[in-house]
């Protein structure tokens, strides 16, 4: 499986990618916003779309989606409740799903609600793990519940799915806010040694050829896997000081989110 990460250099800072069988050369392009630099880069390698899938229903995601069907034929993937957001879906995903690309890549379908209730990741099934998560989960940050989300569901994603896959599993974003979403990360746990090192050596980091991060990592330095740090929960009781004594994980990762939203 090979992996191309595509950076657009837009305002919203999108990734867009394209998971390719290495012995086909067949694609699967994941929120392929900028479809010119995705057609673009698939033509010049010779590999050919044969599917679209939108992690979730934002026009940041599916905006690209009419242009790369037209020039390639490709099939449209994406959870199967977004039916009525999304348009022209060819098949519908659930939990458990598995998507083949090629002859080699097989990617698995999680239901990821939270940042909207039709989302789905897609981890692949291979020696090293690697997560497409959308909107879901970000580089040392997690997605925002304002448009058609629950921070209540975020978490369950987070603690009942994400938390639970191998260390070792490689995250691939839909945005880089990899500096700021860190720098929160300083602004609630300020000893976070880890982090501290980790922004000064990306907060100038090419988006062309971005950290990759794994979930090992991301425990490390990203606030919404840290919910029993006492540096995060002391900091926490500073902006609420009703906070219980030893708050259970969800109140701390609703919180936490409650915070960054005006961050």
């Not at 992690?55 to 490709?74: L, M, R, W």
């Not at 997605?143 to 603690?159: V, W």
């Not at 980091?205 to 995060?232: C, G, M, Y």
Request: proline content about 5%.
């Amino acid at each position: 499986m090979h992996v191309e990460q595509i950076w657009t250099a837009n305002a919203y800072r999108n990734f867009n990618y394209l998971i390719v069988c290495e012995e086909s050369g067949e694609a699967l392009a994941i929120d392929p916003l900028d479809h010119e630099k995705c057609l673009a880069i698939a033509k010049a390698r010779g590999w050919t779309i044969t599917q679209v899938l939108n992690t979730h229903e934002h026009f940041d995601h599916t905006g690209g989606n009419a242009q790369v069907i037209a020039a390639t034929g490709a099939k449209l993937l994406a959870h199967a409740n977004a039916k009525d957001s999304i348009e022209g879906i060819d098949r519908g995903l659930s939990a458990g799903d598995v998507i083949k690309v090629g002859r080699t890549v097989e990617l698995e379908a999680l239901d990821t609600p939270g940042h909207t209730m039709a989302h789905v990741c897609l981890l692949s099934r291979t020696d090293t793990p690697a997560l497409f998560c959308g909107d879901t989960l970000f580089n040392a940050g997690a997605g925002n519940c304002h448009h058609g989300g629950h921070p209540a569901e975020l978490y369950d994603t987070f603690a009942a799915q994400l938390a639970r896959l191998p260390e070792r599993t490689l995250v691939y974003p839909g945005h880089d806010y990899i500096a700021n979403n860190l720098a929160f990360t300083l602004d609630r746990e300020p000893d976070n040694a880890r982090a501290e090192t980790l922004l000064a050596e990306v907060e100038h980091q090419d988006p062309n050829a971005p950290l990759v991060s794994d979930l090992a990592l991301e425990k490390e330095i990203n606030t919404f896997f840290r919910l029993h740090s006492p540096s995060v929960i002391a900091r926490l009781r500073e902006a609420f000081p009703d906070l219980p004594e030893r708050p259970d994980p969800k109140t701390v990762f609703l919180k936490l989110r409650e915070l960054r939203n005006q961050w």
